[in-house]
């Protein structure tokens, strides 16, 4: 056999064990199909005091006639909700949120009876005057509230268009300078946008304010700090390339 037509074969056997069985090369590569567009998502923050906050407060007792049991649950949900209105809540930011009733079973018998009955209500409140928070949480145990939820420290609705508005600017803006450094990058011309869209999740969570259990004589104020609350926001724009 002529020896380059020898050195060609074994030049190709070589190859081929090199590729099944030699080191994998580090190679990336990007590929752009015609007509598709750059799509690029940044996030965008926003941060600022609160100014309303959320608490939740209720009362819960247990009795054996369900009628007694309900009159006074109710007629301390009332005392709350004065109360809270006394330090300048407004009716409409007092919501009931849950209203339950429960049979309660002595399992010492055959068949199980109901001993008794279990009532509970609970507010939402919300506090716009962020100064009376200490002083309205402090009165609603001192009112006989023996289950309190959380506080949630947010944002108005007016603060809260106001933030967004600055977060989306900050995310637009971060998308528009990597699309175009990405597009000079890749030797590319950007073209119109063609579509853009928002994806934001800030639910805020409730902090624990105290353990739900028997109001004591004395209550006493808490010292409930307010800090500062984060927004954020995803947008995503697709350019036309040219």
Known sequence: MNKGIVAVV?????????GKFGPSLPISILTQQKGEPLVVSEQGKASGPPDMALVSAGVEENGTNLATVQNSVNS??????DTVKKLGV???????VDYNVYPNYDYNVTPSQISGYRVST???IKIRDLNKVNDIVGSLTAAGANQVGGITFTFSDETKAKLMDVARKQAVDMARQKAQSLASSAGITLGK??????TNNNNINPRPLFATGAVSEKSVTPDIQTGSSELT???????EIR
């Open 90 to 96: 407004k009716s409409e930011d007092i919501q009931t």
């Open 193 to 198: 946008i063609i579509n853009i869209s928002e």
């Open 76 to 81: 301390k949900a009332k005392t709350l909700a």
């Open 10 to 18: 074994l030049f190709f056997i070589g190859l081929f064990i090199y």
């Open 122 to 124: 609970t507010y939402q």
């Open 233 to 239: 926001t995803t947008i995503t724009i697709s350019w």
